[in-house]
């Protein structure tokens, strides 16, 4: 065979297969026809391993879970910060010992905060061991639940005041805080002594004790007291604290002004070195009336200065035996260091004051001058009345 015959068969002797045989043509419906594609190779044992299986099943959680707790996170900082739904100023009280979550709950039921879990979670982050203290506190309207938080970790609360005026007996101090509505728990049983408690205005907040606020009173005197006597005159007649404590309360009702206490805890002061009564009417209403105080409407009589009593200063010598009342700082200060006066009486001059005398003369002309002047008012004050009285009805 010749080199062209065989090449002639080589091409047509093989056919599509690649085996040799008769080449056989392709139909137009069989050359469109897609040619079958080889199948992909087989997975190894490794990849169709469980364990193989479940890392890659446990790699999709972590992920989901990641993803579901920024998107938590994100939403409860959002909540967090935004402003809050209170629509007014409006207080709220965390009781002592209250949790995290009570507070929270009770945020969320007054309406201040929108998601109680939201503030207690998210607090409790930020805290970082601090507390939130106990008290009442004014939250501002649209608080937001992290300023709600930062407020309520300040322990800055609303604070309520209780005024005790100087010259009040113990009693009448005790009524008063007795009748204050924020206060809570019982005053002591037993009164502390005359004189022991310090006149000021006591700041405090809602849910503090009475008692609490008694021993403020009293820790605060005695400091006060040991402060100011150790300032003394040292000429100064009387020879213990008690006795300073019970002129100095003689001084505080004997006059309201500031400027007239040095003086007239002279003229004591001077009544007490010549060995003369203090002739005090504070004392006689004291002895009468104790700590309960004079009524309003009842005017000395001139039957009180004869009644018998520890603390008739016109009928015993020297100081009585206790305050008559609680003395501030400025009457504690007068006695401590006294004007130096020759004076030795005193007497109301019709205006809130007094006029001092060095002699008795002197003192019983102030004496009807300032009756003059009593009788006066009260002719005017009757006549007054009567004109009101019978002046015609106002059409």
Do not use: C
């Not at 002699?359 to 009593?374: G, I, P, Q, S």
């Amino acid at each position: 065979m010749s080199d062209s015959n065989e090449n002639s068969a080589a091409q047509f002797g093989r056919n599509e297969t690649g085996s040799n045989g008769p080449i056989i043509p392709k139909s137009a419906n069989e050359a469109l026809r897609p040619e079958r594609v080889p199948e992909p190779p087989k997975r190894s044992r490794k990849a169709r391993s469980q364990v193989v299986i479940f890392l890659n099943f446990l790699m999709t959680v972590v992920v989901f879970v990641a993803l579901a707790a920024a998107g938590a996170v994100y939403y409860a900082m959002h909540a967090y910060e935004k402003p809050g739904p209170l629509e007014a100023n409006q207080n709220f009280i965390v009781r002592g010992g209250a949790g995290i979550i009570e507070i929270a709950e009770g945020l969320e039921r007054n309406n201040i905060i929108t998601d109680s879990r939201v503030f207690r979670f998210v607090s409790e982050a930020y805290l970082d061991n601090e507390t939130l203290k106990a008290g009442e506190y004014e939250i501002k309207a649209h608080a937001s639940m992290q300023e709600i938080m930062e407020l309520l970790k300040s322990g800055k609360s609303i604070l309520y005041a209780v005024s005790l005026p100087e010259g009040l007996t113990v009693k009448q101090m005790f009524r008063k805080l007795s009748d204050d509505p924020v206060l809570v728990g019982d005053l002591p049983a037993e009164l502390p002594a005359e004189g022991s408690l310090k006149p000021d205005t006591y700041k405090f907040t809602r849910g503090t004790k009475r008692g609490e606020i008694v021993q403020q009173m009293v820790s605060a005197q005695k400091a006060l007291v040991s402060q100011i006597w150790e300032k003394r005159d040292p000429e100064l007649p009387v020879t213990s604290v008690e006795e300073f404590v019970t002129l100095a309360s003689i001084v505080e009702k004997e006059t309201g002004r500031a400027d007239e206490r040095p003086r007239v805890a002279s003229v004591f002061i001077n009544r007490l070195e010549k060995g003369m009564r203090l002739q005090s009417d504070p004392t006689i209403i004291y002895g009468i009336f104790g700590g309960e105080g004079k009524p309003v409407d009842r005017a000395i009589l001139k039957s009180d200065l004869e009644k018998e009593t520890p603390y008739n200063t016109y009928l015993i010598k020297g100081l009585p035996p206790t305050p008559i009342a609680n003395p501030g700082r400025a009457a504690l200060e007068a006695v401590a260091n006294p004007s130096r006066t020759p004076e030795l009486y005193f007497v109301a001059d019709g205006t809130g004051g007094h006029v001092f005398a060095a002699t008795l003369d002197e003192h019983n002309a102030n004496v009807r001058r300032w009756r003059k002047l009593e009788a006066e008012k009260a002719a005017e004050a009757a006549k007054a009345a009567a004109d009101a009285a019978t002046a015609p009805e106002a059409q």
